[in-house]
Nanobody, 124 residues
């Protein structure tokens, strides 16, 4: 069982940066690939970024590539999402997720555990 707690959301203006963290419980964090997803009001949950269990492989949605960076610290059981050059369309609840596999994945069904989400609001 893995419990995930996101933090770092908030209200920023367009062009600013925000950093999200996701702290995981349990001793086997390094056995899980991690992902960030987001869900805007009235829309389906969508993939944002993912990282393999080693941290050597990452993947990004086209909409955030070159603006967002996913990273992890297995010693701290934490995954991060650095978000730069934020746009109003990035406004959403951001969720982190853990999947017990080595490779990163874009697919919601490949993740076993989810956090409660953190709100990110970008004003224009």
């Amino acid at each position: 069982q893995v419990q995930l707690v996101e933090s770092g959301g908030g209200l920023v203006q367009a062009g600013e940066s925000l950093s999200l963290s996701c702290a995981a419980s349990g001793r086997t964090f390094s056995a899980y690939a991690m992902g960030w997803f987001r869900q805007a009001p009235g829309k389906e949950r969508e993939f944002v970024a993912a990282i393999s269990w080693s941290g050597r492989s990452t993947d990004y949605a086209d909409s955030v590539k070159d603006r967002f960076t996913i990273s992890r610290d297995n010693a701290k059981n934490t995954v991060y999402l650095q978000m730069n050059s934020l746009k109003p369309e990035d406004t959403a609840v951001y969720f982190c997720a853990a999947g017990k596999r080595s490779y990163s994945s874009r697919w919601i069904h490949e993740y076993d555990y989810w956090g409660q989400g953190t709100q990110v609001t970008v004003s224009s």
